[in-house]
C-alpha cells in the first residue's frame, strides 16, 4: 500500500522541527503517531522525541524498548482521542546535508515497511546554508521505499528506489 500523501499536524511539525534544529552535530530521530485513512493519506497527530543510541554522529537507531515505548504512547492517545492511532512512522535529521534519503534510510525504511506497509519516513534538512544568498533553509520530505527486485529481496540502494518523494505530498 504506497501512501499518497501525509499531513503533518502543525504541532507535531514543531516539535520535529525544534528537535531537527536542537543540534548541528548529530543526528536526531523520532516516532511518529497517527493514522492511515481510506485514501491511504497519513495523518501524523503527534510525535515521540528519541535518544540516540548509536555513537556515530551520522547514523539514528530506534531500540526495540523504544518502539515499544512509542507503540504503548499511542494506544494510550487512541484511548483518550477515539481514534484509531498507531505508530506508523519516524523523522530524522540531516545536518549540514541534503534531505535525500541515504542508503542506509532507505534499508530501514524497507524494514518497517515489511512490519507495516503504510510506514513513512521524514527527513529534515536543516543547517544546510544556501551559497548564493548566505541564508539557511530547512527542507523537509517524506518517503517510503520501494522493491524492484522481483525475487522481493530488500531494495538495493539506488536512485530508482529512493520512493518517490514528488508522489507523496506532505501537508502541514
Given at each position: 500500500?504506497?501512501i ?9 511539525y ?19 503517531i ?5 485514501n ?13 543510541s ?6 539514528v ?29 519516524w523523522?530524522h ?10 542508503h ?27 551559497k548564493?544568498n ?31 518523494t ?7
Open positions: 500500500m504506497a499518497s500523501c501525509v499531513h503533518l499536524k502543525a504541532g507535531a514543531m516539535v520535529c522541527l525544534t528537535h531537527a534544529l536542537s543540534t548541528e552535530r548529530e543526528e536526531i530521530m523520532g516516532l511518529c497517527g493514522e492511515v485513512d481510506v491511504r493519506v497519513v495523518h501524523i497527530v503527534s510525535v515521540i522525541m528519541l535518544r540516540r548509536d555513537k556515530r554522529k551520522d547514523r537507531e530506534i531500540s526495540p524498548e523504544q518502539l515499544t515505548h512509542a507503540a504503548s504512547q499511542a494506544e494510550r492517545l487512541a484511548l483518550q482521542t477515539g481514534k484509531p492511532l498507531r505508530v506508523l512512522g523523522y535529521s540531516h545536518p549540514h546535508i541534503t534531505v535525500w534519503p541515504s542506509v534510510d532507505v534499508r530501514t525504511q524497507a524494514m518497517y515497511q515489511m512490519m507495516d506497509e503504510g510506514f513513512v519516513g521524514l527527513i529534515f534538512s536543516c543547517f544546510h546554508d544556501d548564493t548566505n541564508l539557511g533553509h530547512v527542507t523537509v520530505t517524506c518517503f517510503q521505499s520501494t522493491n524492484q527486485s522481483p525475487e522481493g529481496e530488500p531494495p538495493i540502494p539506488s536512485d530508482h528506489n529512493l520512493g518517490d514528488s508522489a507523496v505530498k506532505l501537508l502541514y
